[in-house]
Protein backbone atom coordinates (compact mmCIF):
# COMPACT_ATOMS: atom_id res chain seq x y z
CA UNK A 1 0.00 0.00 0.00
CA UNK A 2 1.52 3.38 -1.05
CA UNK A 3 1.30 5.55 2.18
CA UNK A 4 1.97 8.77 0.07
CA UNK A 5 -0.70 8.30 -2.06
CA UNK A 6 -3.29 7.35 1.76
CA UNK A 7 -1.73 10.93 2.79
CA UNK A 8 -2.56 13.01 -0.39
CA UNK A 9 -6.29 10.91 -0.47
CA UNK A 10 -7.05 12.27 3.32
CA UNK A 11 -7.05 15.68 2.13
CA UNK A 12 -9.08 14.83 -1.04
CA UNK A 13 -11.53 12.75 1.82
CA UNK A 14 -11.62 15.83 4.16
CA UNK A 15 -12.61 18.62 1.63
CA UNK A 16 -15.03 15.80 0.38
CA UNK A 17 -16.32 15.78 3.83
CA UNK A 18 -16.63 19.48 4.80
CA UNK A 19 -18.43 20.52 1.17
CA UNK A 20 -20.86 17.72 2.34
CA UNK A 21 -21.09 18.96 5.98
CA UNK A 22 -21.34 22.62 4.56
CA UNK A 23 -24.12 22.08 1.92
CA UNK A 24 -26.28 19.21 3.68
CA UNK A 25 -28.07 18.40 6.35
CA UNK A 26 -26.35 15.20 6.65
CA UNK A 27 -25.46 13.69 9.88
CA UNK A 28 -21.65 12.91 10.35
CA UNK A 29 -22.09 9.46 9.22
CA UNK A 30 -23.97 9.93 6.23
CA UNK A 31 -21.51 12.42 5.44
CA UNK A 32 -18.77 10.25 5.73
CA UNK A 33 -20.18 7.47 3.26
CA UNK A 34 -21.07 10.10 0.62
CA UNK A 35 -17.11 11.62 1.22
CA UNK A 36 -15.89 7.72 0.65
CA UNK A 37 -17.68 7.36 -2.48
CA UNK A 38 -16.75 11.21 -3.77
CA UNK A 39 -12.88 10.09 -2.73
CA UNK A 40 -13.74 6.48 -4.60
CA UNK A 41 -14.49 8.36 -8.04
CA UNK A 42 -11.46 10.42 -7.89
CA UNK A 43 -8.28 8.10 -6.42
CA UNK A 44 -7.37 4.77 -7.20
CA UNK A 45 -7.36 3.75 -4.00
CA UNK A 46 -9.05 0.32 -3.41
CA UNK A 47 -11.97 -0.56 -1.16
CA UNK A 48 -9.87 -1.56 1.49
CA UNK A 49 -7.92 1.41 1.79
CA UNK A 50 -10.91 3.45 1.32
CA UNK A 51 -11.66 1.99 4.65
CA UNK A 52 -9.11 2.39 6.49
CA UNK A 53 -8.90 5.80 5.39
CA UNK A 54 -12.66 6.67 6.22
CA UNK A 55 -11.91 4.95 9.62
CA UNK A 56 -8.46 7.13 10.22
CA UNK A 57 -11.16 10.26 9.48
CA UNK A 58 -13.44 9.43 11.58
CA UNK A 59 -11.32 8.67 14.57
CA UNK A 60 -9.60 12.05 13.91
CA UNK A 61 -12.82 14.20 13.71
CA UNK A 62 -14.29 12.36 16.57
CA UNK A 63 -11.25 12.76 18.32
CA UNK A 64 -11.11 16.22 17.57
CA UNK A 65 -14.79 16.95 18.54
CA UNK A 66 -14.76 15.25 22.30
CA UNK A 67 -11.44 17.82 22.02
CA UNK A 68 -13.29 20.72 21.67
CA UNK A 69 -16.37 19.81 23.34
CA UNK A 70 -15.75 23.00 25.58
CA UNK A 71 -13.48 25.44 23.55
CA UNK A 72 -14.73 27.87 21.74
CA UNK A 73 -11.92 29.19 19.63
CA UNK A 74 -9.13 28.57 17.42
CA UNK A 75 -6.50 28.60 20.36
CA UNK A 76 -7.83 25.85 22.02
CA UNK A 77 -7.65 23.80 18.36
CA UNK A 78 -3.87 24.65 18.88
CA UNK A 79 -3.63 23.29 22.39
CA UNK A 80 -4.92 20.06 21.34
CA UNK A 81 -2.73 19.99 18.31
CA UNK A 82 0.24 21.19 21.24
CA UNK A 83 1.77 22.93 18.79
CA UNK A 84 0.92 26.80 16.93
CA UNK A 85 -1.63 26.94 14.39
CA UNK A 86 0.77 28.61 12.04
CA UNK A 87 3.00 25.71 11.68
CA UNK A 88 0.27 23.50 9.88
CA UNK A 89 1.81 22.90 6.39
CA UNK A 90 -0.60 22.06 3.77
CA UNK A 91 -4.02 21.15 5.64
CA UNK A 92 -7.42 22.82 5.76
CA UNK A 93 -7.17 23.57 8.95
CA UNK A 94 -11.26 25.86 8.50
CA UNK A 95 -12.17 22.79 6.79
CA UNK A 96 -11.17 20.01 9.66
CA UNK A 97 -12.33 22.94 12.37
CA UNK A 98 -15.93 23.21 10.46
CA UNK A 99 -16.60 19.36 10.65
CA UNK A 100 -14.93 18.79 14.00
CA UNK A 101 -17.59 21.50 15.43
CA UNK A 102 -20.47 19.82 13.51
CA UNK A 103 -19.68 16.66 14.98
CA UNK A 104 -19.14 17.98 18.27
CA UNK A 105 -22.42 19.52 17.95
CA UNK A 106 -24.13 15.93 17.20
CA UNK A 107 -22.49 14.15 19.42
CA UNK A 108 -23.83 16.48 22.28
CA UNK A 109 -27.33 16.17 20.46
CA UNK A 110 -27.22 12.36 21.04
CA UNK A 111 -25.55 12.72 24.39
CA UNK A 112 -23.09 10.43 23.35
CA UNK A 113 -19.12 11.25 23.83
CA UNK A 114 -16.56 10.25 21.01
CA UNK A 115 -14.34 7.38 22.66
CA UNK A 116 -10.80 7.60 23.20
CA UNK A 117 -8.70 6.60 20.85
CA UNK A 118 -5.69 4.49 20.42
CA UNK A 119 -3.45 5.23 17.01
CA UNK A 120 -1.35 2.92 15.91
CA UNK A 121 2.03 2.45 13.72
CA UNK A 122 1.27 2.67 10.45
CA UNK A 123 -2.13 4.85 10.60
CA UNK A 124 -2.30 7.96 9.07
CA UNK A 125 -3.55 10.91 11.03
CA UNK A 126 -3.70 14.41 10.88
CA UNK A 127 -1.51 17.08 12.83
CA UNK A 128 -0.45 16.61 16.48
CA UNK A 129 1.17 14.88 19.06
CA UNK A 130 1.02 11.60 19.92
CA UNK A 131 2.65 9.92 23.38
CA UNK A 132 3.96 6.15 23.25
CA UNK A 133 1.35 4.04 25.10
CA UNK A 134 4.31 2.24 26.27
CA UNK A 135 7.11 4.38 27.52
CA UNK A 136 5.84 8.20 27.20
CA UNK A 137 7.62 9.62 24.94
CA UNK A 138 5.91 12.52 22.40
CA UNK A 139 6.00 12.59 18.79
CA UNK A 140 4.77 15.79 16.91
CA UNK A 141 3.74 15.83 13.40
CA UNK A 142 3.35 19.03 11.23
CA UNK A 143 1.16 17.76 8.40
CA UNK A 144 -1.11 14.58 7.63
CA UNK A 145 1.51 11.68 8.21
CA UNK A 146 2.28 8.21 8.65
CA UNK A 147 2.60 7.00 12.38
CA UNK A 148 6.11 5.85 13.16
CA UNK A 149 7.17 3.05 16.01
CA UNK A 150 8.07 4.83 19.05
CA UNK A 151 11.75 6.11 17.95
CA UNK A 152 12.54 5.66 21.85
CA UNK A 153 11.03 1.77 22.43
CA UNK A 154 9.73 0.71 19.12
CA UNK A 155 5.89 0.04 20.68
CA UNK A 156 3.39 0.84 18.25
CA UNK A 157 0.47 2.02 20.11
CA UNK A 158 -0.35 5.66 20.64
CA UNK A 159 -2.45 8.15 22.33
CA UNK A 160 -3.03 11.43 21.15
CA UNK A 161 -2.45 14.18 23.64
Not at 12 to 36: Q, R, V
Not at 40 to 63: A, Q
Not at 93 to 119: C, G, I, M, N, P
Not at 131 to 159: L, M, V
Request: hydrophobic share 35%; net charge negative.
Amino acid sequence: MNKNKLIAAYSDFMKHLHETMENTLHSFAEALEISKEKTSKTSDLTTDELNKLSGYIKRDIETAAHGLSNKEDKDSLSEWFKFDIELIENFTLDAFLSVADKTRLELEKLKQLAETHTYHSGDITVPGTFICDDCGKEIAFKTTSEIPECPACHATTFIRI
